[in-house]
């Protein structure tokens, strides 16, 4: 199968992970590679001696030799870099969030159609595997009805001083809550706090409001002593814990639920709990970012809809605005329409 030639945007701290793993690809020519930072520049030209660097970005996205663009580059521009690949008839790659507001977000999904281009976004979680085991185990029915989802992304990281931590963090979580609830909330509330700069949120608290009364929290905060990437989903036959910072035993299902009595005969007697095993399942791992680029590659040969395609990324993008405008409101809730 003829190799797909790719270009990359940016080049920073997670940028240089998607050019080694796209680098490594059997399938890719990693044909130019632009970043503004001359430094960084020099980096990558002393560790890849054959790539063709450049900081014009202009010539980059006129380059024709390339078939698809990645952009690891700061979110702001991520619409302005991805509609122009996508009106110059290149594929596109793009690390999450995919733009900044909604509006930008459907006209990039409006213009990848309209071409037939494949335009993916970076939900990296959305291809590691025990996320795409949890799924399963969801649609089995082995969990039952799904109550509430509830995850936590905390460190002492790099602090941003452009986007906050919502939108820097919880991403990642909204995409996997969206996935395995298969479903868009209805409402979101968000709160948060900035302390170490006033208008940038350190830490926030989203909670998204589903039908059924279904419900998922989100915490994500760069301002804590633990670092923390754990989710858990609670049904009402079992419930499931991933915890990310395991090397090995990521997964852990909990026989363990509820049961309300149909006859009333008291409090102690109203509910009946039941606690079972713990089971640790074996999940062969790759790495997700490798499984991610990979589906990437594919849907433009076999011209297919990625997983995480331009829809994955406004759906993600409606929550995102609906808790920033929530977050700018006092954790006032705010609905989500279509």
């Given amino acids: 199968m003829q190799k797909v030639k790719i270009g990359q945007i940016g080049i920073g701290n997670w940028g240089k992970n998607l050019l080694r793993t796209f680098y490594n690809h059997p399938d ?20 890849y001696s054959d790539l063709n660097v450049t900081s014009d970005i202009t010539k980059f996205l006129q380059n024709d030799a390339i078939d698809a663009v990645v952009i690891a580059t700061q979110p702001d521009t991520h619409f302005e870099l991805a509609k122009k690949a996508l009106m110059g008839g290149k594929h596109v790659f793009v690390e999450k969030p995919m733009v900044l507001n909604v509006s930008q977000g459907k006209e990039l999904v409006k213009v990848s159609d309209e071409k037939n281009l494949v335009l993916m976004v970076g939900h990296i979680l959305e291809y590691h595997p025990a996320f795409v085991k949890l799924k399963q185990l969801i649609d089995s029915g082995e969990l039952g009805d799904i109550y509430y989802i509830y995850a936590t992304r905390v460190n002492l990281g790099v602090v941003r001083d452009v986007e906050n931590s919502l939108w820097s963090f919880a991403p990642h979580d909204i995409s996997i809550i969206l996935m395995l609830m298969g479903q868009q909330p209805t409402r979101v509330t968000c709160t948060g706090q900035g302390y170490l700069r006033k208008d940038i949120e350190d830490v926030t608290f989203t909670t998204l409001h589903f039908p059924d009364d279904r419900m998922a929290h989100i915490h994500v905060s760069w301002l ?19 915890d990310d910072m395991e090397s090995t035993e990521k997964m852990r299902i909990y026989d363990k639920g509820a049961h309300l009595n149909g006859t ?22 790759q790495e997700p970012l490798q499984l991610e680029c990979q589906h990437f590659i594919e849907c433009i040969q076999q011209n297919k809809k990625p997983k995480s395609d331009g829809e994955d990324g406004l759906a993600v993008l409606k929550v995102l605005d609906a808790a920033q405008r929530s977050l700018e409101k006092n954790g006032t809730p705010v609905e989500i329409k279509g």
């Fill in 28 to 47: 890719v020519d990693l044909i130019q590679v632009c970043d503004l930072n001359e430094t960084i520049l020099k980096r990558v030209q002393d560790g």
């Fill in 224 to 242: 804590d002593p633990h670092k923390i990437r754990k989710i858990t989903v609670v049904g009402s036959k079992k419930m499931v814990v991933i």
């Fill in 264 to 285: 009333y005969l008291g409090y102690g007697e109203a509910i009946t709990l039941r606690t079972g095993d713990i089971q640790i399942p074996f999940i062969k791992m």
